[in-house]
C-alpha cells in the first residue's frame, strides 16, 4: 500500500487537526517535496506539532522520514506513468500506421503477389536495413516453394542481376528510395529493367519511382522518425502479409 492511500485509510484515527494535515497531503501530495514541517503547517491552517503527531500517528519517527516516503512515492509514480504513457502512444501509433497499410493500392498488391507467383526467378534486393524485408520475403517464398535469389548489397546484386531476363520478377525494398547508388551498381538493370519490377518504399518522393514500372508506398515515414524503432518493422509486416495472400492462392 502506498503512503497516499495510507493516510486515506487511516483517517479515522487522525484527530480533527491531524485531519487538516492529512487532507492537505491528500489534495496536494506534490508540494511535499519541497515543504518544511512549518511550511505544511501553515498551509494545512494547523500547528507543527499537529504535522508531527500526524507523522508518528503514521508509525514515522518524525515529519523528516514521512517527507522521504512521499518523496519515494512521488517518484515511482512518475516513473510508472512515464512508461506507461511511452508504451500506449508507441503501441497506438504502430497500429496506426499498421491499419494504412489497408490504403495500398490493391490492384498493385495483386499484381505483385501475380509476378511473384508465376515460374520466372524473383530477384529480390535490399540494402542495409533494407535487406531485412527482402531477406524475409526470399525466406517465405522459398518454404513456399516459389524459385527465388536474394542479396543484401548492390555489389553482390550486380552479379545476381547477370541471370536477369526480361520475364523476371525484380523486388527492390529501399526506405529511401535513393536512386544514385542503384544505378552507379546496376546501371544494366536501368536499362534493360524487366517488366515486372517493383521498388516497395516508405518514401512517397522516392527518385527512383521514375525507374520502376511499378512503385509501392507503404506507411511510416512519419512513424520511423520519431520512433527508436526502425521503420522496416512495416515492410516486414507488409511482407507477412503479402506471403500469407500467395499462400491462399495456392
Do not use: W
Not at 486515506?8 to 517535496?33: G, M
Not at 503477389?113 to 536495413?129: A, P, Q, V, W
Not at 525507374?211 to 507477412?240: K, N, Y
Amino acid at each position: 500500500m502506498n503512503i497516499i492511500d495510507n493516510i486515506k485509510k487511516q483517517q479515522t484515527n487522525f484527530s480533527k487537526s491531524e485531519q487538516k494535515v492529512s487532507n492537505y497531503i491528500v489534495e496536494h501530495p506534490k508540494n511535499i517535496e519541497t515543504f518544511t514541517i512549518t511550511k505544511l503547517a501553515a498551509e494545512a491552517q494547523t500547528s507543527t506539532s499537529a504535522v508531527l503527531r500526524f507523522c508518528q500517528t503514521l508509525g514515522f519517527q518524525g515529519y523528516k522520514d514521512f517527507r522521504f516516503e512521499v518523496i519515494h512515492f512521488l517518484h515511482s509514480s512518475k516513473q510508472k506513468k512515464d512508461a506507461d504513457s511511452l508504451v500506449s502512444t508507441f503501441l497506438s501509433d504502430y497500429v496506426k500506421v499498421i491499419n494504412q497499410i489497408s490504403q495500398v493500392d490493391q490492384s498493385k498488391i495483386d499484381n505483385l503477389i501475380s509476378c511473384l507467383m508465376n515460374d520466372e526467378l524473383n530477384y529480390l534486393l535490399g540494402t542495409y536495413y533494407s535487406s531485412f524485408p527482402a531477406k524475409e520475403l526470399y525466406y517465405g517464398l522459398s518454404d513456399l516453394g516459389k524459385p527465388s535469389l536474394y542479396s543484401s548489397d548492390y555489389i553482390n546484386s550486380s552479379h545476381v542481376a547477370l541471370t536477369m531476363t526480361e520475364k523476371s520478377t525484380l523486388v527492390l525494398f529501399s526506405a529511401s528510395g535513393n536512386k544514385r547508388d542503384f544505378v552507379q551498381f546496376l546501371p544494366d538493370v536501368v536499362s534493360n529493367m524487366p517488366k515486372n519490377s517493383f521498388l516497395i518504399t516508405t518514401n512517397p518522393k522516392a527518385e527512383l519511382t521514375k525507374v520502376f514500372p511499378d512503385t509501392i508506398v507503404l506507411p511510416g515515414s512519419t512513424f520511423a522518425s520519431r520512433s527508436f524503432t526502425d521503420g522496416q518493422s512495416i515492410p516486414i509486416v507488409f511482407v507477412e502479409l503479402i506471403l500469407s495472400l500467395i499462400h491462399e492462392k495456392l
